[in-house]
């Protein structure tokens, strides 16, 4: 009840501000990106990947990254960095739970988020990140609701089965080559 009370004050939503998302590949290159807030400028994204590595150098992987500009929030899906900047002085969890529910809505329209999957469906993914995120508010993060207003089938990638090892006559003791 106290939390009801509390979210209808609007101290909960102000806390939640992200000023923008972007997807990146593993070398820093933005794939897609949405900016909710315009305070703090695009290029900031440029700094991200060269201070991950830093981290990783150190043996000090921090989902957190604070800047004199922004702040960095991000998580790593498969081969893509999701991340999100923010100025104020956001609810943090609040912020990495948004991160991963935008995993997994993608997820439902094109099975994996990666970086091939963000290319081949960046449509789709800007509206999910426009019916997602309002002025950098969750807002609808079902993906049963969203799938309602967003009907366009996404692409999905297809996962190549192997044959069985029978059917191809690979004997797991036998060196290959072997005639």
């Known amino acids: 009840n106290c939390l009801i009370h509390f979210y209808k004050r609007g101290a909960f939503r102000r806390r939640m501000a992200c000023s923008a998302i972007y997807f990146l590949d593993m070398k820093g290159k933005v794939l897609i990106s949405r900016n909710y807030r315009g305070d703090i400028d695009n290029?900031?994204?440029d700094k991200f990947i060269g201070l991950v590595n830093e981290l990783d150098d150190d043996n000090n992987m921090n989902p957190l990254i604070k800047t004199e500009e922004c702040t960095f929030a991000f998580i790593k899906h498969s081969n893509v960095y999701v991340v999100a900047t923010t100025r104020?002085?956001?609810?943090?969890t609040m912020l990495f739970s948004l991160l991963h529910r935008i995993c997994q809505v993608m997820q439902e329209y094109f099975k994996e988020v990666e970086e091939e999957s963000i290319r081949d469906n960046f449509?789709?993914?800007y509206e999910l990140l426009d019916e997602l995120v309002d002025f950098g508010y969750p807002q609808t993060t079902d993906a049963k609701i969203l799938q309602?207003?967003?009907t366009q089938e996404g692409y999905k990638l297809e996962v190549a089965m192997k044959p069985p090892p029978a059917v191809t006559n690979a004997v797991s003791w036998r060196s290959d080559g072997v005639k």
Do not use: P, T
Not at 88 to 92: G, L, R
């Open 148 to 150: 309602e207003f967003i």
């Open 43 to 45: 290029s900031v994204i």
């Open 88 to 92: 104020k002085n956001s609810n943090i």
């Open 123 to 125: 449509v789709i993914c």
